[in-house]
């Protein structure tokens, strides 16, 4: 398993398409609230250890799930199960905020594989 200390222990950040922070944090569960920026996305990526639930608060997100779109407006959730290719954009005018909901055997932040970034990361 991965155990890079610095991106394992991390609380909050400030990527190029938004910002995420732990609400709180388990052994075997962690909460985040993400916001991405208008006109913005995520990495398309996956994790080998861990599932995430993502349920919409704010604005409308383009969620793509194994290459198919999905709109999530705020009270709607997706779920992501390990090892599927997804991201998440926002097309509005305005941030889209979700709450990231992760279990799994491991739940650092170096659990990402990039398969296409925006900002040169994969």
């Given at each position: 398993?991965?155990?890079?200390?610095?991106?394992?222990?991390?609380?909050?950040?400030?990527?190029?398409?938004?910002?995420?922070?732990?609400?709180?944090?388990?052994?075997?569960?962690k909460v985040?609230?993400?916001?991405?920026?208008?006109?913005?996305?995520?990495?398309?990526?996956?994790?080998?250890?861990?599932?995430?639930?993502?349920?919409a608060v704010?604005?409308?997100?383009?969620?793509?799930?194994?290459?198919?779109?999905?709109?999530?407006?705020?009270?709607?959730?997706?779920?992501?199960?390990?090892?599927?290719?997804?991201?998440?954009?926002?097309?509005?005018?305005?941030?889209?905020?979700?709450?990231?909901?992760?279990?799994?055997?491991?739940?650092?932040?170096?659990?990402?594989?990039?398969?296409?970034?925006?900002?040169?990361?994969?």
């Amino acid at each position: 398993m991965p155990q890079d200390k610095d991106k394992t222990s991390l609380e909050q950040a400030s990527p190029p398409w938004g910002h995420w922070e732990v609400l709180l944090a388990e052994k075997e569960y962690k909460v985040k609230r993400i916001t991405v920026l208008p006109g913005q996305m995520l990495s398309y990526q996956k994790h080998a250890h861990r599932d995430e639930h993502w349920f919409a608060v704010k604005g409308q997100g383009v969620i793509t799930l194994e290459g198919r779109k999905i709109f999530l407006n705020p009270g709607e959730a997706v779920d992501i199960p390990a090892g599927s290719a997804h991201r998440a954009a926002n097309q509005d005018r305005e941030p889209f905020v979700f709450i990231e909901i992760q279990r799994g055997s491991y739940l650092g932040e170096d659990d990402i594989v990039r398969l296409e970034d925006s900002y040169g990361r994969a």
